[in-house]
């Protein structure tokens, strides 16, 4: 008997520690995804005010988001039904720019996802990489951290250059190429081209949102 209910109480102390430890793991895990969604909502935040100077808004950047339908011009796939997402600006409840998420899918290792801020000029305002798998050393030059390329566009629009101007130097247009990597500047300069195409073809629909 004494056997059985040492059993019994080592059972229980068991499955107390079984319950509460996954408990712990539970409240962990949302804590760490709230952590990293925060940390996610802090950084595009950061990038807001570096693509679109203040003077461009006066509302609430990140909870004036609007969905867009698929379009090959924004990175999406033939046939996706996934949307994108913009973010409008507004000052004094008029539309003054907007900050697209799109997509550069032919990276030299993948997708590339930015950010495109626009004036209501057209006119590109500034933009970021958000992530990307690009080779260290040579396509991670994209990153701001490691070099001013992504500057290059800034203030750029289809007034200032020529449709068929917005390529890099090796295929005749005005953007810098990287030493040993053409394929990376390549697809960004086509992203962001394609994004202001897309700007200029709904400028009006976007205005009215």
Do not use: C
């Amino acid at each position: 008997m004494e056997i059985l209910t040492s059993i019994r109480k080592n059972s229980l102390g068991l499955g107390i520690f079984a319950v509460v430890t996954a408990g712990l793991i539970a409240i962990t895990h949302q804590v760490t995804k709230l952590n990293i969604a925060n940390n996610i909502v802090k950084a595009q935040l950061a990038a807001f005010t570096e693509i679109l100077p203040a003077h461009y808004f006066d509302n609430d950047l990140y909870n004036s988001k609007i969905e867009l339908a698929a379009n090959p011009l924004l990175g999406a796939d033939n046939g996706s039904k996934k949307t994108s997402i913009a973010y409008v600006g507004r000052l004094q409840g008029k539309f003054s720019a907007i900050i697209f998420e799109t997509i550069a899918p032919s990276g030299y290792s993948g997708k590339i996802s930015l950010l495109v801020a626009v004036n209501k000029a057209g006119v590109v305002t500034g933009s970021r990489i958000i992530s990307h798998k690009e080779t260290p050393g040579l396509g991670d030059k994209i990153d701001i951290k490691k070099s001013n390329w992504m500057r290059s566009f800034d203030d750029k629009s289809f007034t200032t250059l020529a449709f068929d101007k917005w390529l890099v130097k090796k295929d005749g247009g005005e953007f810098d190429q990287f030493t040993g990597a053409t394929i990376t500047p390549r697809a960004i300069v086509k992203a962001v081209r394609d994004t202001l195409t897309y700007f200029k073809d709904n400028k009006t629909a976007l205005i009215n949102q």
